[in-house]
């Protein structure tokens, strides 16, 4: 099944063993369970329980792992104070363990609503929780003031950049390919600039490169940036990466709900069905 390129596969242990040997790869993971948009709190209390073990069930490893989280899964366009407290139930058990929980950014109906999680969670646990950025939404240089606000070295804010991956309106987001880059760099300039530690998420190897001259040139030390890539997404490049000194975190997806997430996958990206076709007779 083509899914299986980009997913763990079904069950928590099948996501324990991909973060393994990622592991003995030299990478770290982050780990997603999928799933989004729950409308009934009974589900979003589900998911979190789900959460709960999964952080359980992983620092029983030695692994490097961090956690991904969808607000929309917790139910927070329906109840924001009982996602709010779902999911700060989530930072307090990796707490626990000194991890780290990031929020996902979703479509724009709910960047407001997660920068406000964002700012509340970071307020009580400020070395455990992130938040994403996307650089296709025209609003982006305004909330990156907004978090820059956040930043102290007591509270360090730490923020995962990315393109952004969901089909928004030319008002609010920059639809042009080079459009979108450019703001990628001057959003990752902003971070470097500012000391705010930054998740360097993207395949895109022009961006990698500009990424790695930025990184010379401002002389950041590892402690501030990592790059991070989605699991089975360009893993030449990845070992590149990894080859050349940078510290590198894998998205690591399980669970049943891969539809949506696997042909978001395939939408983005055309060329996609090439790559499956390869896969499936490379498989046999
Ligand atoms: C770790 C991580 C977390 C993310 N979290 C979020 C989030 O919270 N919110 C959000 O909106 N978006 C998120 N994204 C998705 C992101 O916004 C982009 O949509 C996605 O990374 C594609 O953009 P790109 O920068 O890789 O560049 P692209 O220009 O899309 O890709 C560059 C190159 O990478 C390769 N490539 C890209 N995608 C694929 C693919 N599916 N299969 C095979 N090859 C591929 C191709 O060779 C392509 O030419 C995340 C991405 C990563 C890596």
Known sequence: MFSKRYIAGEKLEDAVTVSKQLAMKGVSSTIDHLGEYVTEIKMAKQVQRIY????????????????????????LLTDFET??????????????????????????????AELELYQRLHAIYPQNVGIVIQAYLKRTPKDL???????SEASPVNVRLCKGIYVEPEE???????????????????????????????HDRSLTDMAQQLIKQYAIGSEKYEFQMLYGVTPELRSELVRAGHKM??????????FGYSSRRLKENPKMISYIIKALFKRG
């Open 172 to 202: 609010i987001a920059f639809k042009d390919r080079k459009e979108i880059s450019q703001q990628y760099v001057k959003a990752l300039r902003f971070l470097l600039e500012k000391g705010i530690y930054v998740g360097i998420a993207t």
């Open 145 to 151: 003031l907004f978090l820059e606000k956040l930043h």
């Open 83 to 112: 996602c709010f407290e779902l999911v700060r139930e989530v930072v307090e058990k990796a707490r626990g363990y000194d991890s780290f929980v990031r929020i996902d950014m979703e479509d724009s109906s709910c960047v407001d």
């Open 52 to 75: 709960l073990e999964m952080i359980d069930r992983f620092e029983q490893e030695d692994l490097s792992v961090t956690y991904s989280v969808k607000p929309s899964n917790f139910g």
């Open 249 to 258: 975190r894998v998205y690591v997806p399980y669970g049943k709900e891969w």
